[in-house]
Structures are given as C-alpha cells and as structure tokens.
C-alpha cells in the first residue's frame, strides 16, 4: 500500500515556475508506478505525467510536454513535478496518484491508478 501526499501548489503568475512534491508512505513505493493528474473546475481528471518504477521511462500529456518535467527518488520516497512556463490554463487541483505493479507501462487513466493523494491547488494568474 502506498499513501500519497501532495504539497508545493500554491499562485503563481503566468510565466512562473513551481516544483510539486508527493511524499509517498508504505514499502511498496519504489516498485510503484507514480502518475500526476489535475482537475480545472467543471472538467474531468486529466493525466498530467508518469514515471516507472525505476524513472527510466516518462510520459507527458501534449498540453505540458516540453513544460513539466516528472522525476523521482526511490531513497525518498518522493515524486516530483517541476512545472515551468505555467499558463493559467494551468490552473487545476493536482493529484499525485500511485500504482503499485511488476508492469513498466506507465499507466495514462485514473483508473489505472490505485492510491490517490488529497490535491494541491495550483492557480495561474494572467
């Protein structure tokens, strides 16, 4: 079992740049797959980015490749998420979300994903 926990979210103006951390408890966060996802108001929950277990393989969305970058630290039990150049389309309640698996795909769905943490806010301004 894996309990995600999210910080870091937080205004930022159009442009700017934050770093969003998800501390994650339990043994079995190195053999899981970690996702971020986000929900704008009114909107459904998107897939933001993923890592395998081990962080060799990544996976963004279209709308913040070359933008976020996803890593992880297995001695910390860490996952992060630099966002940078942020727009306010940015705006959204950030999730981290963990999978714990043997596979090395690095799931894109909600429902592909078992432990959810509680959501960061992280709001754009123009």
């Known amino acids: 079992q894996v309990q995600p926990v999210e910080s870091g979210g937080g205004l930022v103006q159009a442009g700017g740049s934050l770093k969003l951390s998800c501390a994650a408890s339990g043994r079995s966060f190195s053999n899981s797959v970690m996702g971020w996802f986000r929900q704008a108001p009114g909107k459904e929950r998107e897939f933001v980015a993923g890592i395998s277990r081990g962080g060799l393989w990544t996976y963004y969305a279209d709308s913040v490749k070359g933008r976020f970058t996803i890593s992880r630290d297995n001695v910390k039990n860490t996952v992060y998420l630099q966002m940078n150049s942020l727009k306010p389309e940015d705006t959204a309640v950030y999730y981290c979300?963990?999978?714990?698996?043997?596979?090395?795909?690095?799931?894109?769905?909600?429902?592909?994903?078992?432990?959810w943490g509680q959501g960061t806010q992280v709001t754009v301004s123009s």
């Open positions: 979300a963990a999978e714990p698996t043997t596979r090395t795909i690095v799931g894109t769905r909600a429902n592909e994903y078992a432990y």
